[in-house]
Structure formats: structure tokens, C-alpha cells
């Protein structure tokens, strides 16, 4: 059964700061994995979606990486804002079905 | 593109009352269709997804219950609600491969 797993659980960093969150799958048969953004008391928002015979993606400030053989993605933020503040999930899509991580909590300091 | 509509947006109810939730798209057609649940700490967990019109799929056994009675409305059901089922409620809809849409979600609190 597909787990996904997210560290760390919690982050909290200076504005300007480079970070990295880690996600991380157990089964690598899946077809998309998709990073997302939640903020308090809003519907989540698409940030970046890896197809499976992709390696990475990059949207503004924003690079997420794949790596099926390994189970793992990263989501690379640069030059964090504290606008960045949100909680980050990583969700992975096998047969029609999405399966989350418990996310990162995120916390850009100004 | 897909826009989601769920409502209520927020939902405070008591221990043992029924409960009904509405998730409808529009921009789409024959979507597949899921129902999450966020508890407090946790991750998102799929209750149910739905391929067509009356074809519900449970993930999880639990006293709610989904139904599609039209190819855009997704329902979520409860004759009795419990504490446990306090959380947020997403609705999504997806044309694989294409990214899932989700909606802005119902938060309910059962006391």
C-alpha cells in the first residue's frame, strides 16, 4: 500500500533563506506527483506536478524534483518570502487516487 | 477550466444529527470525483471517489456514505455524525492526467 511520507513537519526560517522540503513514497509505480500549497481556511492550490517519466519542475521561485527509483521529491523554494508561509503537502496519484503526505508547515520569519 | 462549488462553507453540528454535503463542477464533464477529509494534525485521507454516476468507491469504512446522482454533483452523507468526523471537507474532481481541482472546502465541527 502506497505511504507518503513528508519531512520535516514543521519549518520555520529567516526571509531570504533557501529551503528544501522532502516527500517521500514507498511505491514507485505511481503517475503523477503533485506538490501543493494549503492556506488557513482556503481550498488548496496547485503549486507543481511531475508526470511520472518526468524528472523535475520548475515554476518561478518554486523546483520540484523526482525520483521514482528512490521514492523521494523534493520542493525546492529560493529566496523565501514570508509570503511563503502556507503548509506544503506532497500528494502522489496511483489508479485514479491521490495519496497525501501529512504536509510540511512552513514559517518564512520577516 | 473546472471551478468547484461545495457548500456550506462551514458547518457546526451536533453529536448524532445527519449531515449532507454538496460538491458540484462545472467546466467538465464526466470527471472522477473525491471526497478527502483533513482532521486537525493530520493528513488528507480519500473518503470516496467516484468514476461515473452511481459508482461510489469507499476507502475507508466509517458512518459516511457518497453518492453521485448527476455526472457534476457528489454528495457526502451522514444519518449520524460522531465526534471523530469533525475536520475539513475537500472536494475534487480530475480528468487524468490532468491536475486534480480541488474545491474551497467545508469545515465541519461536531459537538
Known amino acids: 500500500k502506497q505511504e507518503v511520507t513528508q519531512i520535516p513537519a514543521a519549518l520555520s526560517v529567516p526571509e531570504g533563506e533557501n529551503l528544501v522540503l522532502n516527500c517521500s513514497f514507498t511505491?514507485?509505480?505511481?503517475?503523477?506527483l503533485q506538490w501543493f500549497r494549503q492556506d488557513p481556511g482556503k481550498g488548496l492550490t496547485s503549486l507543481l506536478l511531475?508526470?511520472?517519466s518526468q524528472r523535475e519542475q520548475t515554476s518561478g521561485r518554486l523546483n520540484a524534483s523526482l525520483d521514482k527509483s528512490s521514492g523521494r521529491s523534493t520542493l525546492y523554494i529560493a529566496a523565501s518570502q514570508p509570503g511563503d508561509s502556507a503548509t506544503y503537502l506532497c500528494?502522489?496519484?496511483?489508479?485514479?487516487?491521490?495519496?497525501w503526505g501529512a504536509g510540511t508547515k512552513l514559517i518564512i520569519k520577516p | 477550466s473546472q471551478t468547484i462549488h461545495q457548500w456550506p462553507a462551514t458547518l457546526v453540528q451536533p453529536v448524532g444529527s445527519p449531515l449532507s454535503l454538496e460538491c458540484t463542477v462545472e467546466?467538465?464533464?464526466?470527471?472522477?470525483l473525491y471526497w478527502y477529509r483533513q482532521a486537525a494534525g493530520r493528513g488528507l485521507q480519500l473518503l470516496f471517489y467516484?468514476?461515473?454516476?452511481?459508482?461510489i468507491s469507499s476507502e475507508v469504512p466509517q458512518n459516511l456514505s457518497a453518492s453521485r446522482p448527476q455526472d457534476r454533483q457528489f454528495i457526502l452523507s451522514s444519518k449520524k455524525l460522531l465526534l471523530s468526523d469533525s475536520g475539513f471537507y475537500l472536494c475534487?474532481?480530475?480528468?487524468?492526467?490532468?491536475?486534480?481541482?480541488f474545491g474551497p472546502g467545508t469545515r465541519l465541527l461536531v459537538l
Open positions: 467516484s468514476v461515473g454516476i452511481g459508482q
Open positions: 500528494a502522489v496519484e496511483s489508479n485514479y487516487q491521490l495519496i
Open positions: 511505491d514507485s509505480a505511481i503517475y503523477n
Open positions: 467546466g467538465t464533464s464526466n470527471p472522477n
Open positions: 511531475i508526470q511520472s
Open positions: 475534487a474532481c480530475s480528468r487524468s492526467p490532468e491536475t486534480q481541482y
